[in-house]
């Protein structure tokens, strides 16, 4: 498990997620870093790391709600779960994604609770 002590610390391409709610009652708290790659795709306003690089094993799949299900390139969320603290659908991937966004075929997007930096 990857964790810095101190969250000012800027690894290049590194995805984290902060768990603490309240830096204030928590002013020691982790960063986990979830992806960090150099081979990062942007596409539409978002990074795309390429699955390898990422920790899957704290992605959990989610039900496809019927959004998801309209979605032309067929896209799967993943609740991002790390020591029982639950960032929902806080990351994507295209399972079959139209030609416009087949750059980031087999990636993982990632937004909401995350820092890229």
Known sequence: MTALSTPGIVHAHNLRFDLATDATLYP?????????????????????????????????????????????????FYDVVIDGARHARAAWSYEDPLPRMQKVAGRIGFWQDVKVG
């Open 28 to 76: 020691d708290y982790f960063v986990y870093v979830v992806a960090e790659s150099d081979d990062i795709v942007e596409a539409a306003g978002y990074q795309y790391f390429p699955s390898s690089a990422v920790r899957m094993e704290w992605l959990e799949k989610t039900e496809r709600t019927a959004d998801d299900l309209e979605c032309p390139h067929s896209v799967q």
